[in-house]
């Protein structure tokens, strides 16, 4: 079962959660009306590392090198802006 987060701005724009444990993944899914535009597969291992930036995780504990050569992918400037 999904959750649904209407986004602030209006104009149909949803955010689904829904977690797959059979898989290992929760997915996170972004909608305009009825239509998917974008949907990311988060393994299930991630959830509480995601639960703590949410909640306001102390962003000087993330050290922003370390991060970037686990998540190769995560371009440095959006490390370092998110801390």
């Not at 444990?21 to 291992?45: E, K, N, Q, T």
């Not at 949410?54 to 490390?79: F, H, N, R, T």
Request: glycine share 8%; hydrophobic share 45%; aromatic share 6%.
């Amino acid at each position: 079962m999904a959750e649904f987060f209407v986004d602030e701005r209006g104009n149909g724009r949803t955010m689904r959660v829904s977690r797959h444990p059979d898989r290992g993944v929760a997915v996170v899914s972004i909608w305009a009306g009825g239509l998917c535009r974008a949907s990311f597969r988060l393994p299930l291992s991630e959830v509480d590392r995601v639960a703590e930036v949410l909640c306001g995780a102390d962003p000087d504990a993330i050290d922003p090198m370390v991060d970037s050569m686990q998540y190769p992918g995560l371009a440095p400037e959006i490390i370092a802006e998110a801390s």
